[in-house]
């Protein structure tokens, strides 16, 4: 007797379902408990997509290809019928994107559909780089956790590979807000992922990471402690209140800085610090220096090396972050400083640069240029001076002096285009420097 064709055809699937049967792992769904309603936020504050990484560990499960039919109404396709089990992660530690690629572009999408204005768009061929390097905040993406049930589709009838595939994945990211203006990370946020797809879709692991990555980036769009930042005027930053004012005696000024290099030199020194080394120089014949705050950052203590090549231990005794400018005290009982210009200069006048540039062994380099201009810092709103003379990282902290050896300013930036230097560099003016710390000469 010949059996139904029906029932040949349903013991066939159910044996073709059977052949895998991993079961799916439990997924932790994202939580509102600190989600608001963003409102409107100011176009003042930009935000730029920085990196993302994952810190998995290698061998960690991730995932499960699980057995039984795909959720897709009407297909009764097959998952996994070839491979079940759990997926481990197999990378370890890595980047999956910077600034460009799809995860930078879907950061982007999100958080402008939400009200937030994110720069860095990469159709932009020109001034993507200077948004970029320019916004408010830099967002960085850790993705600390990953776990998918995925179903790779098999055919009902006879188990063959569709090439396609579901799911669910959850994601979840700390998320680390940096100021460009407080140079910190001034934030770290949690958020989840989550998304179900009953789409077949190629590459279907990939698109449902995207979507997950998607979704976590929504929910810290509208996290709390995020939309904080940009409804409060986080950006103004009150200027650094010292109890007391430090008193420096004045020097004469120097009439020629030929006649008085070698002291000028004397006075000028390497600052070196855990994050690297700068430069500096003394304003006070008992051991107090002005160099800049992202030379020593937030170390205690720094070492000094002078120009006859001795090095000696040195105090950091105050500091503006804001400013970037710190002042240190060197273990020295007799220090030869510079005499210091608090009167305005001009463009056109002839500055002078010295400092250690690249590595210490520069140490007392010399470079001559103009002012070409002043400027006012876009999100610190402080002053600046802009020359063509020559500096490079390891000058940061050195003086810039007038024509006849007179401090007017201290180094603290230059901009590069690509590894070539732009001839454009700017100088904290050394009145402001001196105010920013509460020192005062008499």
């Given amino acids: 007797m010949r059996k139904p064709f029906f029932l040949v055809l349903s013991l066939t699937a159910l044996m073709l379902s059977a052949c895998n049967m991993t079961q799916p792992i439990k997924l932790t769904k994202p939580s509102v408990e600190h989600e608001v309603v963003v409102g409107d936020m100011t176009s003042e504050k930009s935000l730029g997509f920085e990196k993302a990484i994952v810190t ?41 994107a910077g600034r ?78 940096y100021s460009t203006l407080q140079r910190e990370t001034i934030k770290k946020i949690k958020t989840t992922g989550y998304v179900e797809s009953t789409e077949e879709r190629e590459d279907g692991f990939l698109m449902l990471f995207f979507d997950a990555f998607a979704d976590a980036a929504e929910r810290l769009g509208h996290n709390k402690h995020f939309v904080t930042i940009f409804r409060e005027d986080t950006t103004a930053v009150d200027p650094v209140h010292f109890k007391n004012t430090i008193l420096i005696a004045k020097q004469p000024h120097y009439r020629s800085l030929k006649n008085n290099l070698k002291s000028v030199l004397d006075s000028v020194v390497t600052v070196r610090s855990p994050s690297g080394h700068g430069s500096g120089f003394f304003i006070s014949d008992n051991g107090y220096a002005l160099t800049n705050y992202h030379v020593v950052g937030e170390s205690k203590e720094a070492t000094v090396k002078l120009s006859a090549g001795i090095e000696l231990p040195a105090e950091i005794i105050r500091k503006d972050k804001i400013r970037d400018i710190a002042l240190i005290k060197v273990a020295l009982s007799k220090s030869m400083p510079l005499p210091l210009e608090l009167n305005n200069i001009n463009q056109l006048d002839e500055v002078i640069a010295i400092g250690s540039p690249i590595n210490e062994n520069l140490q007392g380099s010399i470079t001559k240029g103009v002012v070409s201009a002043f400027r006012v810092d876009e999100k610190s709103k402080q ?43 700017l100088f904290i003016p050394i009145k402001e420097s001196l105010d920013a710390l509460k020192i005062v000469v008499k």
């Fill in 56 to 96: 998995i560990r290698r061998g960690d499960t991730i995932g499960a290809y699980v057995g039984g039919r795909t959720k897709k109404a009407g297909s009764g396709h097959l998952c996994n019928y070839f491979n079940g089990g759990n997926i481990t992660w197999g990378s370890g530690k890595t980047t999956l």
């Fill in 383 to 425: 002053n600046l001076i802009q020359s063509d003379v020559t500096i490079q990282p390891g000058s940061s902290g050195g003086p810039l002096l007038n024509s006849t050896g007179n401090v007017v300013g201290v180094a603290v930036a230059g901009y590069t285009l690509g590894d070539s230097l732009a001839g454009t560099n």
């Fill in 100 to 177: 460009d690629g799809d995860l930078s572009d879907i950061f982007r999408d999100t958080l402008t559909s939400i009200g937030y204005k994110v720069v860095g768009d990469n159709s932009i061929v020109f001034e993507r780089e200077s948004e970029l390097n320019n916004a408010t905040y830099k967002v960085a993406a850790r993705v600390t956790d990953i776990k998918a049930n995925l179903c790779q589709l098999n055919h009902w009838w006879d188990g063959r590979p569709l090439g396609k595939s579901n799911g669910e994945i959850m994601i979840k990211i700390e998320w680390s807000i």
